[in-house]
């Protein structure tokens, strides 16, 4: 089984995809780019990135970081975007390097704040950004604990934040 990639090889493709949504949205207005899809191979699917989440690396061998969560927005696009954010730190903004990566909002700093999950929960900061980080409508200044369905804005894009718990083991037998 190999998994279809777009031509830069950054977003797994749906079968029903005639061209990258993300790939569209990063460097020409939509409906405007010609990208395809392209296969990679399983001996390269564990170092591939993870669609609209722009994480490191796909954990498809139970090694990684675990998905702790997920941030929704529907700014951009009206039928929503979900980025997964993955213990540890994750980086919010425009640049390549961060984890939940936005490029259509202009007021979205390179590195706009960080989302950190730790034993116990998960911590929000700005990046000292240009617009700052709003959680529930108050500009965070330091580091703060992030609640659970909390609403953010960074920059002109607006989130949903949801913790996600992995569901319970079923009783052995």
């Not at 777009?6 to 990063?26: F, K, L, N, Q």
């Not at 296969?39 to 954990?59: C, F, I, K, N, Q």
Request: charged share 20%; net charge negative.
């Amino acid at each position: 089984m190999s998994l279809q990639y777009c031509p830069a090889g950054r977003h797994p493709m749906d079968p029903g995809w005639e061209v990258c949504p993300y790939c569209a949205s990063e460097s020409a207005p939509q409906g405007q780019n010609d990208a395809t899809r392209r296969s990679v191979p399983d001996a390269e699917m564990s170092s591939a990135p993870l669609a609209g989440a722009a994480v490191p690396r796909t954990v498809f061998n139970g090694e990684g970081r675990h998905i702790v969560g997920v941030m929704a927005t529907y700014t951009w696009q009206t039928d929503g975007e979900v980025f997964l954010v993955r213990e540890g730190s994750n980086l919010v903004g425009s640049a390549p390097e961060c984890e939940i990566r936005i490029t259509t909002d202009p007021r979205m700093s390179a590195r706009h704040a960080s989302i950190v999950h730790r034993p116990g929960g998960f911590w929000i900061d700005d990046e000292n950004s240009m617009n700052g980080t709003f959680v529930d409508g108050t500009l965070i200044e330091e580091k703060r604990r992030l609640p659970d369905s909390a609403v953010l804005r960074t920059g002109d894009t607006l989130w949903r934040f949801t913790a996600l718990e992995p569901p319970p083991s079923p009783p052995e037998s």
